[in-house]
């Protein structure tokens, strides 16, 4: 298999093969033929220009206009007038400084004159005129006869030496052609190596990355597509490492989150078989958290499945009308515990009904998982805000936090999967990351607008987008 700096090369020389063939044809294959066609047209156009000068202006009215077109085109211009079928008067024009054709060479004038009464044509032409050791000549010409006047007209021009032009381009473009291939060598050569080594430095840092080298970046500086194609390989290098690293983090969380629970779960089994088995106050308080860490395994568990279905696409909004505000009030009375024991403070802003279309169920995860961000990064004043706007074709959440706020660059990054913006630990280890990419996948597929605002210092601001009225089936 050729590669394709062969076929570069090959390309490149292969067109520069067919310039230099299609110039040899034309300069030294066609040149004659092109010139002795170009000739005949011109003589044939000058002879029937000068017919009708005479017809127009008579035989020696029309001299001066016959010796300028013999002096601008190098013609002989020979005018013959017949008297009862015989000649009378002969008039000829030529350049300056030239001989007279038809008289230094009689044998012209006769051939013109036999193959005029041979004819049956007006005009006639012939390259056919020459004498020994002498250039050729091209004629044209034509006999008139009318009620005025009865008279020949010959025009004739000598040829250029064209095959001394043939061979002196024929010399020049054997040196010529020499050139060009070696220069079409050369060039070739540069043009394919510069446009495959990028390809192979792509192609090699791609093994690489295959071979789990995912810090591996190509250098090429050229603004071109092939520059192009290099800052999108190094991009996606880069996402592919971010992904694996947030996906080493997230199997280190869930690890981490998994193991707390199931060691508490048999911690506190073990103590109820061995110790306050018998004893129904310890008992029932260990059986509780045991229920309580059982959920947030099963919690851990919804999330992963969750977000591997969605990113799958394997979920299908089960569209219905309900209302929204209802819900937000449903949900934020479920904190009521954590408002207790806890001293967070959860306010809710919101119309009296909201009427809303979309999956109820998959809406009240996203306020259940915008929620619980909030919870865990609020401030210290524990304090969460929930706010419902109510607009013409569309509802608005808004779920407002106290917290440190989000850095500006972090803020397109805390909707990727396995993603966490921060290091310390929250007041339940943070989760595993998946909350805010499992709203992202939700709300994308409801086609449903959402974001966030953040301030350093001052807290964070999610909000989300849900339609009014019936949903686009055609976006399903």
Not at 22 to 44: D, G, S
């Amino acid at each position: 298999m050729k590669s394709i700096k062969h076929k570069l090369w090959l390309a490149i020389f292969g067109m520069t093969a067919l310039v230099i063939v299609a110039i040899w044809i034309c300069q030294v294959v066609l040149l004659e033929q092109t010139y002795m066609a170009e000739k005949k047209t011109e003589i044939m156009d000058s002879t029937k220009t000068v017919v009708s000068i005479i017809n127009d202006k008579g035989v020696l009215l029309a001299a001066a206009d016959l010796k300028e077109i013999a002096a601008d085109n190098n013609y002989c211009i020979e005018v013959t007038e017949y008297l009862n079928g015989a000649p009378s008067q002969r008039m000829t024009m030529q350049p300056v400084g030239s001989r007279n054709i038809l008289d230094t060479n009689e044998g012209v004038r006769l051939g013109m004159l036999q193959l005029l009464e041979q004819s049956s044509q007006e005009y006639v032409f012939s390259d056919n005129l020459q004498a020994a050791h002498e250039p050729r000549y091209y004629v044209g010409a034509s006999y008139q006869n009318s009620s005025q006047s009865e008279y020949i007209v010959m025009v004739a021009s000598e040829l250029a030496p064209v095959q001394e032009a043939v061979s002196t381009i024929r010399m020049q473009l054997i040196w010529i052609t020499a050139v060009l291939l070696l220069v079409a060598t050369i060039s070739s050569f540069v043009i394919a190596r510069s446009l495959t080594k990028p390809i192979l430095q792509v192609s090699a840092a791609a093994q690489e990355i295959a071979k789990g080298n995912l810090n591996t970046y190509v250098d090429i500086r050229s603004k071109d597509e092939l520059g192009r194609l290099g800052n999108d390989f190094n991009a996606m290098s880069k996402e592919i490492s971010k992904a694996n690293s947030l996906q080493r983090e997230l199997i280190a969380n869930v690890s981490h989150d998994i193991r707390t629970p199931l060691t508490m779960i048999k911690g506190y089994a073990e103590t109820i078989k061995d110790l306050t088995g018998d004893i129904k106050e310890k008992r029932d308080a260990q059986l509780d958290i045991i229920i309580d860490e059982s959920n947030r395994l099963n919690g851990l568990v919804n999330d992963i499945l969750d977000l591997s279905k969605l990113q799958a696409g394997q979920i299908t909004p089960e569209y219905s009308q309900f209302d929204l505000a209802a819900k937000l009030r449903d949900i934020i009375h479920r904190y009521d515990l954590l408002t207790t024991n806890e001293g967070y403070q959860f306010t809710l802003t919101a119309p009296a009904k909201v009427m809303v279309y979309a999956d109820e169920l998959k809406i009240e995860q996203v306020i259940y998982n915008l929620v619980n961000n909030a919870t865990n990064h609020t401030g210290p004043d524990k304090k969460v805000f929930v706010v419902l706007e109510d607009e013409p074709n569309r509802a608005v959440v808004k779920v407002i936090d106290t917290g440190v706020g989000i850095e500006k660059e972090y803020l397109p990054l805390i909707w990727d999967r396995y993603y966490k913006p921060y290091k310390k630990k929250d007041r339940k280890g943070m989760g595993t990351g998946l909350g805010l990419s499992i709203v992202k996948g939700i709300l994308q597929m409801h086609h449903f607008n959402f974001g966030v605002t953040s301030t350093k210092g001052q807290g964070s601001t999610f909000w989300f987008e849900v339609k009014k009225g019936e949903a686009d089936t055609s976006q399903i």
